[in-house]
């Protein structure tokens, strides 16, 4: 026990039974903890926007030589925005279907909306006013302004304009590479060292739930999170599963050959601790390792296929919840929306609140301040979230390289059957054969093993 209670995870679920039992014991007090959870959320607020900034210029500068590996990054992006549009539905049709917050009848007004009255103002920039509103806004006033007022969408449009310019720089820009990928190292461990305050976060999030609606606000934040779960595993096994059977491979086959990385994401409910593992092991299935480089650094940006499924499933439990009636008209613009939202979001615990509230404003009729009912639960559908988002970004790279004709299919097979002899080091990938028939692209893995 002592040995579960050093780990985060074991805090977290500590955290979690102390703050239901304040709620229901002692609920005056439990109400004042409020501030813990918004606390954090402002803490993992402060780090997202530069956060976001580094992640998705490494990954656009990593893949080399734009004109070498256009295709592949054009069958990549097209891939990515289908199979996430499918993940942005799902959590749709089933928030629909299952209803998870009908029967909490919150009272918006009686949430205190100090904690995220600042990014509600920022946020607010996404709110109506037309398709050609929306896409000026995108535009910050300056770079800098950009990252002084916090918004996602705005620092994702420097962001890629950066990335896209520094690898058309070629070996001029490495200097700058590097130090962008210094600093997301640092930001990585701020993050690291945030993350270790989450179960007071929890702990106030939960206990001011029970504390001001009862034990019973439980029942629902419980089906939202099984629900979650099992839009998950419904969308690996059946929408990736068939993606990737349409391919040529098997997603059990798949699984079993990551299960040590998934198992290492499932406990620190991060892809990024075990993104060089994933890297090196699809290279050595017989993914050519520019299309690895390419695909794999993209993705953890922009292919988020189980944050898109938290998104929409949300949004939908928040306005249920609330009593909020929402329209068609509501429904196809938060999936317009998310779909730009979600590709500013990286796998890290928390950032999923801070890209949600964005989401939110824009759709005026959903109280953006009813996310801080899901933030006593979002670490445990974090674990979901970075489960689904790592194998979605995995699938993403074999069906790609099959697609392109990267991966040697022969070498793959043995390796998912487990014929293939397994390297001590798996770093070391410089032996493994590439497809012959392969065009030739540049070779930019190696810098991410």
């Not at 029942?219 to 099984?226: E, H, I």
């Not at 929408?239 to 997603?251: E, K, M, P, Y």
């Not at 949600?356 to 759709?363: D, I």
């Not at 065009?439 to 991410?448: C, N």
């Amino acid at each position: 026990m002592p040995r579960f209670l050093r780990s985060l995870f074991g805090q977290v679920v500590l955290a979690l039974l102390v703050g239901v039992l304040l709620g229901l014991l002692v609920p005056d007090i439990a109400l004042k903890l409020k501030p813990l959870g918004d606390g954090f959320i402002k803490l993992i607020k402060m780090v997202i926007p530069l956060l976001v900034f580094c992640v998705v210029v490494h990954g656009i500068a990593g893949a080399g030589d734009l004109k070498r590996v256009g295709r592949v990054g054009v069958k990549a992006l097209v891939y990515f925005e289908v199979v996430t549009t499918i993940a942005l539905a799902l959590g749709l049709v089933l928030a629909f279907v299952f209803q998870p917050g009908v029967g909490m009848n919150v009272d918006p007004k009686a949430l205190d909306a100090s904690a995220l009255s600042g990014y509600a103002e920022n946020a607010s920039k996404l709110e109506s006013g037309g398709t050609v509103e929306f896409l000026m806004k995108l535009i910050p006033g300056t770079v800098v302004g950009a990252f002084a007022t916090g918004d996602v969408l705005q620092v994702l449009l420097f962001a890629v304009l950066f990335g896209c310019a520094l690898s058309m720089l070629g070996p001029r820009g490495a200097v700058v590479a590097e130090f962008v990928d210094a600093l997301s190292h640092v930001l990585f461990k701020i993050m690291g060292i945030l993350i270790r305050l989450a179960p007071l976060g929890v702990l106030g999030a939960i206990a001011f739930t029970v504390g001001k609606y009862g034990i019973g606000s439980l029942k629902q934040l419980g089906m939202l999170v099984a629900l979650f779960y099992m839009a998950v595993i419904l969308f690996v096994v059946g929408i990736l599963g068939g993606i990737l059977r349409l391919a040529g491979f098997n997603i059990f086959k798949l699984l079993r050959y990551l299960r040590e990385e998934l198992a290492v994401v499932l406990a620190t409910t991060s892809s990024d601790s075990v993104l060089p593992q994933i890297m090196a092991k699809l290279r050595r299935m017989g993914v050519r390792d520019s299309t690895v480089g390419l695909v794999i650094p993209t993705g953890y940006s922009f292919n988020l296929d189980a944050f898109s499924i938290y998104i929409t499933l949300a949004a939908v439990f928040i306005a249920q919840a609330t009593n909020t009636p929402i329209g068609m008209a509501d429904l196809l613009t938060i999936l317009a929306i998310s779909l730009v939202t979600s590709k500013g979001a990286h796998g890290v615990p928390g950032s999923a609140i801070v890209v949600l509230a964005a989401t939110l404003h824009a759709v005026p009729a959903i109280p953006a301040i009813g996310l801080v009912l899901v933030l006593s639960v979002d670490w445990f559908m974090g674990i979901a979230r970075a489960l689904g988002n790592l194998i979605g970004n995995c699938v993403a790279t074999v069906v790609v390289a099959a697609w392109e004709g990267d991966i040697d299919r022969e070498r793959a097979h043995a390796v998912l059957d487990g014929r293939a002899p397994v390297e001590e080091d798996l770093g070391d990938v410089e032996e493994v054969p590439q497809p012959a028939a392969a065009p030739t692209l540049a070779r930019t893995g190696g810098a991410h093993a």
